[in-house]
Each structure stands twice: as structure tokens, then as C-alpha cells.
């Protein structure tokens, strides 16, 4: 099993900066991480994600260039850098970790979840 732990989220104001964090504990080996996110009324997204061996990271066309992913393989911790936030980044961002040498966009293929921190941003 694999516990994650997301933090960092809060209320910012539009072309502010965020950074979220996942702490990750458990025994069970983890390929890769990613953040998704969800809005009220509409589905979980992908974000972005990375793996913990190699540099490998991918982002949805919507963050690229705003958002950074990174990891600290000695915390065990995932880190989301959101810079020049938007109103529509508002949403519950969520971590997850997938098992298999993967790093899809689709949410339903990884395997575990954490509980999601809130990011607002206003206007």
C-alpha cells in the first residue's frame, strides 16, 4: 500500500504562485507520480507527472510553461509549482502514484489517490 498526502493548496489571487506538495509512505514500489486536478461539476483532469527513477515529466497543453514538477527522491515528495495562476486553475488538485513504467493522462490507471488540497484563485 501507498498513503499520499497533499499540502500547500489555499486562496490566491489571479498571476499568483502556488506550490503543492505530496508526501508519499508505504512499502510498495512506485514508478511514477502525478497531480490531477477537478472542478466542481466537471471531471478529474490530468495535470502533470513525473517519474521517480529518470527525468521523465509531461504536462497538459493547459499548464505548460506555468506549472513545474519536481521530486525529492530522499522526502519521498512530489512538489507542484504553479506560477501565473488563472481563475480556471481553480479546483481540488489531487497526487497519485502509478506502479507500472507509465505515466498517463487518464486517472483511472494509477493506483493510488490522496485526499486533494483546494486551490482558489481569484480575479
Known amino acids: 500500500q501507498v498513503q499520499l498526502v497533499e499540502s500547500g493548496g489555499g486562496l490566491v489571487q489571479a498571476g499568483d504562485s502556488l506550490r503543492l506538495s505530496c508526501a508519499a509512505s508505504?512499502?510498495?514500489?512506485?514508478?511514477?507520480m502525478g497531480w490531477f486536478r477537478q472542478a466542481p461539476g466537471k471531471e478529474r483532469e490530468f495535470v502533470a507527472a513525473?517519474?521517480?527513477?529518470?527525468?521523465?515529466?509531461t504536462y497538459a497543453d493547459s499548464v505548460e510553461g506555468r506549472f513545474t514538477i519536481s521530486r525529492d527522491n530522499a522526502k519521498n515528495t512530489v512538489y507542484l509549482q504553479m506560477n501565473s495562476l488563472k481563475p480556471e486553475d481553480t479546483a481540488l488538485y489531487y497526487c497519485?502514484?502509478?506502479?507500472?513504467?507509465?505515466?498517463?493522462?487518464?486517472?483511472?490507471?494509477?493506483?493510488?489517490w490522496g485526499p486533494g488540497t483546494q486551490v482558489t484563485v481569484s480575479s
Open positions: 508505504g512499502r510498495t514500489f512506485i514508478y511514477g
Open positions: 513525473i517519474s521517480w527513477g529518470g527525468p521523465s515529466t
Open positions: 497519485a502514484a502509478i506502479k507500472a513504467a507509465l505515466l498517463p493522462t487518464t486517472p483511472r490507471r494509477y493506483d493510488y
